[in-house]
């Protein structure tokens, strides 16, 4: 590395651990940042050093801004990867790295911001010629104008907090009567969740597939994409299974997404590894949904196909070098599936479920890849996220590949707390899931013996 001399990684969890292996390939020397209740965290342990930032509330830890910019200064660290989660889209977080001379491994801290904000993402694209749903220019500016705009694009509606996203600040509105109610309590949830009351209105896509495209692009306007991932399978806005190809797409459908999806990266000169997230209606018209600026938890299935190494990618990119690859050089090969292995109970509502890990069997095998921070006589503290693994199967098609993850899921063992690998098991031996023929209602649906 010519820049990049040693790397923070500003996060926990499998994805730190993820972070560290691509620095140990690329021979970066790694800062591990931990909570008091992460120090006996794999990461700490496999990073070369390793600072303790605080308590373990986040917001007294791995998101405490000061805290990690002290620890990358006496570290000697001149480059922070945020993972995902926490720090990653905080484009305030960004700029201070920017101003105080350390790489932030993501895009430029401008793009953040304006893909932050839900509906300047939407006029970005707009401008790009890349389809968005039916809906207001921008932010609605008073209640005439959205009852202008819904006379337009008629019933159902929804109406979105713009600087919120990920499902979080969502209202659906199905008629007139509802309209005025849902319009104030949109507007004062998105000034309390967000402190930012504007928001925005979208015709509702009744029950869409929800397929994101991953890309990577440098610093001096090359873009690639490496193909498609379907993210319909989840629950609550939390994915559980992720694939890639998706199999509602043909290949004529797929092109004209991929394309779109370089074309809005290209609008706003994207240079970091990022998604296009796009949402899918019944007769496969697709439409612009968000653009995450960070490494996803499900970038995973892209490696697998493409036998690229995208976390390593993200770092050379902020390392300043270009993207020697084309578009023709990205070979995606086969059917790759993840599914999220969560300490939670399914049977009392999917509560987390922290605790000891007594005994692990993780399972093996061709064509199997795991990536954890969880061992035996690991205790899962209870501050953060439920997801402990990801287990990602690769197969030639489809069918092999679901074949391979019942084999894994059935090696799978945890004892001492509570998973969801019965349920994913469940999940994928549905006719729904078997005939590739789910959308991102299906688990409500499932849970409510509607299928
Ligand atoms: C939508 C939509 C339908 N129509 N937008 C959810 C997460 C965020 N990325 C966007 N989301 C949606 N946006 C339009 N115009 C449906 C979803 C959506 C959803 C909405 C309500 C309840 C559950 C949902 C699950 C997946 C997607």
Redesign the pocket.
């Known amino acids: 590395m010519t820049k990049i001399k040693k790397v923070l990684i500003a996060n926990r969890g499998e994805i730190a651990l993820r972070v560290i292996r691509s620095c140990k390939d690329l021979k970066i020397p790694t800062v591990a940042v931990f909570s008091t209740a992460d120090k006996n965290s794999p990461h700490v342990a496999f990073s070369n050093e390793a600072i303790c930032i605080g308590p373990p509330a986040s917001k007294s830890s791995y998101l405490k801004i000061p805290s990690i910019i002290t620890a990358a200064e006496i570290s000697g660290a001149n480059a922070i990867h945020p993972g995902y989660g926490f720090l990653a889209e905080n484009a305030e977080f960004a700029k201070i790295c920017e101003e105080s001379n350390i790489i932030f491994i993501g895009p430029s801290s401008s793009i953040i911001g304006l893909m932050g904000n839900k509906s300047e993402a939407r006029k970005t694209m707009t401008r790009a010629g890349v389809p968005v749903?039916p809906?207001s220019k921008g932010n609605i500016d008073s209640f005439e104008d959205l009852k202008k705009i819904v006379k337009k694009i008629r019933y159902p509606i929804?109406i979105k907090a713009s600087s919120g996203?990920?499902?979080k600040g969502?209202r659906?509105v199905r008629n007139d009567a509802e309209l005025k109610n849902n319009f104030e309590m949109a507007k004062s949830e998105s000034q309390n969740a967000f402190n930012d009351a504007s928001v925005y209105v979208?015709?509702?896509?009744e029950k869409?597939h929800?397929i994101e495209v991953q890309l990577l692009g440098d610093n001096y306007g090359n873009i690639v994409h490496i193909g498609e991932r379907d993210c319909s399978m989840?629950r609550r806005?939390q994915k559980i299974v992720e694939e890639s190809p998706s199999p509602i797409l043909d290949d004529e459908k797929r092109k004209a997404i991929l394309e779109m999806a370089v074309k809005g990266a290209r609008e706003v000169k994207y240079n970091s590894a990022g998604t296009m997230?796009f949402?899918v209606d019944k007769d496969l018209n697709f439409?612009f949904?968000?653009m995450n600026t960070r490494i996803q938890v499900e970038h995973t299935v892209s490696e697998m196909r493409s036998e690229m190494d995208l976390i390593a990618k993200q770092i050379r990119i902020a390392n300043g070098e270009k993207l020697k690859m084309k578009q023709k050089d990205i070979n995606l090969r086969g059917h790759a599936i993840e599914v999220r292995i969560n300490a939670e109970n399914p049977s009392q509502g999917f509560m987390p479920s922290p605790g000891k890990i007594k005994k692990l069997n993780l399972p093996g095998g061709f064509g199997i890849r795991i990536d954890t921070f969880v061992h035996a006589g690991y205790e899962i503290p209870p501050h953060y996220d439920s997801m402990i693994a990801k287990l990602i199967v690769y197969g030639e098609t489809r069918y092999l590949a679901i074949n391979r993850l019942n084999r894994a899921l059935d090696e799978f063992y945890i004892d001492g707390i509570n998973t969801n690998i019965s349920f994913l098991k469940e999940l994928i031996n549905t006719p729904a899931f078997l005939q590739g023929n789910y959308n991102?209602?299906f688990v409500e649906d499932f849970l409510s013996g509607k299928n």
């Open positions: 749903v809906g929804i996203g990920g499902g969502m659906i979208e015709k509702y896509i869409p929800h989840q806005h997230e949402i439409y949904m968000e991102t209602h």
